[in-house]
T-cell receptor
């Protein structure tokens, strides 16, 4: 079974500082990995995804994430935080060719709320 | 710009009343999901349809909740009777199994049960 752990339910940074949101996954096969962002009173929106190929993936709003198989990690980073980055971020995993009811699903982490201070 | 649509966006009702939430998935998507989000429990999967067939509703309180997909353009989530503890934001998402299982979320229905 696949699972996702996001380390830190709350992360606070200053504007202009590095953003690092941690995500570790568990999967029996190389997974598909996603980061979603949720702004207040909105639905989840895809930031970026890793499927195959290059392990460093770039997303919207200057975010990027690196798939590290040896560490089973998919941490999200942004070099310089902006006030508009304040939101909740969700890491998610799906397993290619999963059988039964797992096929087609995403497993989400518990979310990390990012606060950006002026 | 294809989007998942949900109606109503807000619903306030009294305990014991029936509530129906509707979702129009993106055309061509073959998976539909219902999620519930609360401060205490976070994001919970309630129901999952693939090719309109219900595959997993293990996260749903079956005595009062029901989910259906009468056709490919409509998914419904019904609560009868509603209780104050059902107050939450309910999200619908759709996706394609041929597209890495990426899900596209609707804007949600904010339900308040008094």
């Amino acid at each position: 079974a696949q699972s996702v752990t996001q380390l830190g339910s709350h992360v606070s940074v200053s504007e202009g500082a590095l953003v690092l949101l941690r995500c570790n996954y568990s999967s029996s096969v190389p997974p598909y990995l996603f980061w979603y962002v949720q702004y207040p009173n909105q639905g989840l929106q895809l930031l970026l995804k890793y499927t195959t190929g290059a392990t460093l993936v770039k997303g919207i709003n200057g975010f990027e994430a690196e798939f590290k198989k040896s560490e089973t990690s998919f941490h999200l980073t942004k070099p310089s935080a902006h006030m508009s980055d304040a939101a909740e971020y969700f890491c998610a995993v799906s397993t290619p060719n999963a059988g039964g009811t797992s096929y087609g699903k995403l497993t989400f982490g518990q979310g990390t709320i990012l606060t950006v201070h002026p | 710009d294809a989007r998942v649509t949900q109606t109503p966006r807000h619903k306030v009702t009294e305990m014991g009343q029936e509530v129906t939430m509707r979702c129009q998935p993106i055309l061509g998507h073959n998976t539909v999901f219902w999620y519930r989000q609360t401060m205490m429990q976070g994001l919970e999967l309630l129901a999952y349809f693939r090719n309109r067939a219900p595959l997993d509703d293990s996260g749903m309180p079956k005595d009062r909740f029901s989910a259906e997909m009468p056709d490919a353009t409509l998914a419904t989530l019904k609560i009868q009777p509603s209780e104050p503890r059902d107050s939450a934001v309910y999200f619908c998402a759709s996706g394609r199994t041929a597209s890495y299982n990426e899900q596209f979320f609707g804007p949600g229905t904010r339900l308040t049960v008094l």
